[in-house]
């Protein structure tokens, strides 16, 4: 790279709960910069997990949710003597978060209920039982790493 590395911004912890992974996760949901209705609809999606799950904590929750989504590894294209190759590798723990996020909210999006935060606490619910697409799809990137083990070696 010609440049230097873009610095790391600091993110604030959100007003509620005072965690930073939250203000991540509602950037990350966040359209055309209306970050107070991604707020609202965050907030709203906690309530309703609550309101359906009463052992624990709604926060914890939705922790939990995205640890179970966190990928392991993945696999990387790399161009070997013209041929090219899918290289698995193990993911840095922020790429693990944002992957996990993304996938999250990509598919609470293509859910089926009536608002998004029936749909973001439905995909969240269901992460947390280790079920639905966002797990399906971390599954789907670990067996890619599985079927490309034998290309390891070629790790740059």
């Known amino acids: 790279m010609r440049k230097s590395r873009a610095k790391k911004r ?5 007003p509620k709960f005072g965690d930073k992974l939250v203000t991540r996760f509602v950037n990350t949901m966040m359209m055309s910069g209306k970050k107070n209705l991604a707020f609202k609809i965050f907030y709203d999606a906690i309530e309703i997990i609550e309101k359906n799950n009463f052992e624990e904590n709604s926060l914890d929750v939705w922790k939990k949710a995205l640890s179970n989504v966190m990928p392991q ?3 990387r294209s790399r161009r070997i003597g013209g041929a090219t ?3 698995p590798m193990e993911i840095r723990p ?4 944002s992957m996990a ?7 609470s999006r293509k ?3 009536k608002s998004m935060a029936q749909k973001l606490a439905g995909e969240i619910m269901a ?6 697409a966002s797990i399906k799809k971390k599954t789907e990137v670990h067996k890619m790493a599985e079927a ?4 390891s070696h070629f790790r740059f």
Not at 10 to 14: F, G, T
Not at 101 to 107: A, L, N, P
Not at 127 to 132: I, M, T, V
């Open 101 to 107: 996020m993304t996938w999250m909210i990509k598919f």
């Open 148 to 151: 490309n083990k034998a290309f």
């Open 111 to 113: 859910r089926n209920e």
């Open 73 to 75: 590894v993945e696999v």
């Open 10 to 14: 600091i993110l604030l912890p959100d």
């Open 85 to 87: 190759f899918q290289i």
């Open 127 to 132: 992460a947390y039982k280790e079920e639905g």
């Open 94 to 97: 922020e790429r693990k978060i």
